[in-house]
C-alpha cells in the first residue's frame, strides 16, 4: 500500500512564503510511471488542483497558482516539494499529497490536476495565511 508522508506548512502573513514536501512509499511496481501531486481544500469547497507531475518531469499548474508557486523533486524519484511564494489569504487550505502509478511510458497531459484521477493520499497539512 503506498504511503504518502507530507511536511511543512504552517502559519505565515500574506506575502511570505512556505515550502511543502512529499514522499510516497511502498509503491507496487519496482519500474513504473506515475504522477504525483498537490491538491488543496477549503471547508465546503471541493478539493483543488494545485500542482502535478509526471514520472518524465512534465509538470502542471493550476492558473491559479502560476508565478507563484513551483514543485520540484530534489531529483528523487517519487518525491514532490512544493515551493509557495507571494502567499496570499486565498491559498488558505489544508494541501494534500496525491500519488497514482501505472504501466506504460508516460504520455505528457497524462496526469491531471483531477481528484478522483489518484488514488492514494496523505493525511493533509495545514496552510494558513494571514492579511
Known amino acids: 500500500q503506498v504511503q504518502l508522508v507530507e511536511s511543512g506548512g504552517g502559519s505565515v502573513q500574506a506575502g511570505e512564503s512556505l515550502r511543502l514536501s512529499c514522499v510516497a512509499s511502498?509503491?507496487?511496481?519496482?519500474?513504473?510511471?506515475?504522477?504525483i501531486a498537490w491538491f488543496r481544500q477549503t471547508p465546503g469547497k471541493e478539493r483543488e488542483g494545485v500542482a502535478t507531475?509526471?514520472?518524465?518531469?512534465?509538470?502542471q499548474y493550476a492558473d491559479s497558482v502560476k508565478g507563484r508557486f513551483t514543485v520540484s523533486s530534489d531529483n528523487a524519484r517519487f518525491r514532490l516539494n512544493l515551493q509557495m511564494n507571494s502567499l496570499q489569504p486565498d491559498d488558505t487550505a489544508v494541501y494534500y499529497c496525491?500519488?497514482?502509478?501505472?504501466?506504460?511510458?508516460?504520455?505528457?497531459?497524462?496526469?491531471?490536476?483531477?481528484?478522483?484521477?489518484?488514488?492514494?493520499w496523505g493525511q493533509g497539512t495545514q496552510v494558513t495565511v494571514s492579511s
Open positions: 496525491a500519488f497514482d502509478e501505472f504501466f506504460g511510458t508516460v504520455v505528457p497531459g497524462h496526469c491531471t490536476l483531477r481528484a478522483p484521477a489518484y488514488s492514494n
Open positions: 507531475v509526471d514520472s518524465d518531469g512534465n509538470i
Open positions: 511502498g509503491h507496487t511496481y519496482t519500474i513504473s510511471s506515475y504522477c
